[in-house]
């Protein structure tokens, strides 16, 4: 279904990508734990995180070999599983997941709203989008048994960017989630289990997945997987 497959040498058990558990051999149904990563411009981490290490590829960060691939049609190796027209088959998104439920949040929406205060299922989340660079994160808006809500705060940009809750007035790096001024600074906003995706390998693995839009967007609520 045009996902990673990963194997470990130990067992030679076969593990999922997008399920992030084993799905044949000894370790099958062993599910791996959740680690967050940053999909964003060398130039934004940089500057969020100036004392970072770098896997040295010997010159090969020059370009990407898939630029194409972006912006050509074909869904992945063997093309998508189920037709759902609601987005572009090659809209990027944030896909969030808590427990059974997922919710795709698209870069298309969230243009409209760089801040967005919702839920997954029962888990209240904040997806913050910062067009320029495209990187989409998502963290639990609960702290300390207290429910955020979160919007644009300060006027940094890029890793800079703030968001402050309206609840205790404290203001939050966007990356990494750190709490920087106000009654809850230090503390960090835990990130959410979630994934960049095309739509078309999003909606495969999740086809019941709902997807989140601005109220200046179209009505995508109702999936139509044919």
């Known amino acids: 279904m045009n996902a990673l497959v990963m194997f470990d040498y130990e067992t030679l058990t076969l593990w999922s990508q997008f399920l992030g558990e084993a799905v044949r051999g ?3 149904g062993t599910k791996l734990e959740f680690l967050p990563v940053t999909h964003t411009t060398w130039e934004l981490w940089l500057e969020a995180q100036p004392n970072t290490q770098v896997l040295d590829k010997n010159g090969g960060y020059r370009f990407d070999s898939y630029e194409g691939y972006y912006r050509g049609g074909s869904a992945g190796v063997i093309d998508e599983r189920i037709t759902d027209k609601r987005l572009d088959r090659k809209e990027l998104l944030v896909g969030v997941r808590a ?19 919702d839920a997954v299922g029962d888990l209240p989340v904040v997806v913050f989008f910062e067009a320029a660079s495209e990187t989409g994160l998502a963290y639990e808006r609960e702290v300390d048994g207290r429910l955020l809500t979160l919007s644009i ?5 890029g890793a800079a960017a703030a968001i402050t809750d309206a609840e205790t007035g404290t203001v939050w790096r966007m ?3 750190g709490g920087i001024q106000g009654p809850l600074a230090g503390k960090t906003l835990k990130r959410a289990e979630s994934f960049l995706s095309f739509w078309f390998a999003w909606k495969d693995w999740n086809p019941d997945t709902e997807i989140w839009v601005s109220d200046f967007g179209p009505d995508l609520t109702t999936p139509t997987p044919r």
């Not at 705060?153 to 940009?157: A, D, L, W």
Request: proline share 7%; net charge neutral; no cysteine.
């Open 175 to 177: 990356l990494p989630g």
């Open 99 to 117: 427990g059974d439920a997922t919710k795709a949040f698209p870069f298309e929406e969230l243009r409209r709203s760089r801040v967005v205060n």
């Open 26 to 28: 000894e370790l099958k």
């Open 153 to 157: 705060g300060g006027e940094g940009t």
